[in-house]
């Protein structure tokens, strides 16, 4: 198809996929309405031969729908029909007449990418959306004060139509200003706390994670640091923290025992979220371990301490942990004289999406699974591993 073809084609439908050169040369003068796409196609000769590689960069779009798209996209050629197949399926379920591949127009250029089609609507996987919160507290001594906000925050999360709601390590009761507390105040994952959290998520509808500590029946009396998630009145999952703080001057080993098992997923909103506390966001491989089960979200409940470069180093290790594993990180923290707040949700590819700063509250993100696989495909640095991650 020349130019004459593709200017008219830019005039009957709000789709168009051009050949490479084509925004460069005639670009200003496309007559595009408000919602169109444009896409140009560039494909290396012998790549074309070998099936290797293709290089689709998406020049021009102001459709919403089409933003996780935006950028340089680099696929191998198995993945790049699929992503092309699903930028139409979902273009064709916000009502666009049809999309129009435009076959390159370049002198001496090599094959084209092949026209694309459509999977029917029978065939059309539903992508998972989920919106999720971040409760940042200020727990203090009293337990059902404590219950109390989280609480709050819950209702207004389940207002912001969230489906998971993540709040900080230890929400359960403070033990900065009595760290014997942490002993006293454990309770079992039947007692009255967690039995409140399970009551909370059949009140709310939501999926709730919360830090708490948990008899751990040692011998010396130390007990688990826990998270647990609570949906529709069951304890659905349950971790202990593998990696205890025992850093800059604190020792948390005095009173918490590390659990010697495996990291945990559970779902929610039809993705896999992989639990993490505090910590553990210091050690990359318990990330890894959560992909290879699974994980697209991390939810992280943390009370990060303050101190010398300590809010720079929890905000770089979220992004980080969030871009090399190119999924997202939803962190919860306790925000007090002691701990930072700071709560924060990053997107597979780094972009942080909210940020709670230093006061109490809640926020709600959308998390898709589009905008992951899409991350995924343009980022396939999972798929280049050279090394597994092993227990110690």
Known sequence: MGWTEARAAAERDPVVLLPVGTIEQHGPHLPLHEDSVVAEYVADAVAQQTGALLAPTMMYGHSPIFRGYAGTINLWHETLTAVLVDICDELVRHGFRRIVVVNSARPNAPR??????????????????????VAQT?????????LAEIAGFAARAAEGSAELLICPEAAMVTFEDDRARIRTEAEPLDGPFATSIRELSTETGLTIVVGMHEPAGSSDG??????????????????????????FAMRESEHIIA???????????????????CYDLRFPEIFRDLVDRGAQLFAVSAAWVRGSLKEDHWT?????????????????GQVNPKNIGRSAVFDPLGLQLTDLGEQPGVAVVEVTEQRLE??????PSLAHRRYAVSRK
């Open 138 to 146: 200020a727990t203090g001594a009293d337990k059902s004060a404590n």
């Open 112 to 133: 084209s990418p092949a026209p694309v089609t459509t999977r029917s609507p029978a065939t059309t996987r539903k992508e998972a959306e989920m919106r999720v919160a």
């Open 316 to 332: 770089t290790l979220l992004r980080a942990r969030a871009v090399e594993n190119t999924c997202y990180v939803a962190a919860a």
């Open 374 to 379: 899409h991350a995924r495909a343009v980022l």
């Open 222 to 247: 130390r007990v688990y640091n826990t998270s647990i998630v609570a949906s529709r009145g069951e304890l659905i999952a349950h971790y202990r923290k593998l990696h205890l703080y025992d850093a």
């Open 259 to 277: 659990a010697d098992a495996d990291p945990v997923t559970f779902r929610c909103g039809g993705l896999t979220v992989g639990l993490i506390i």
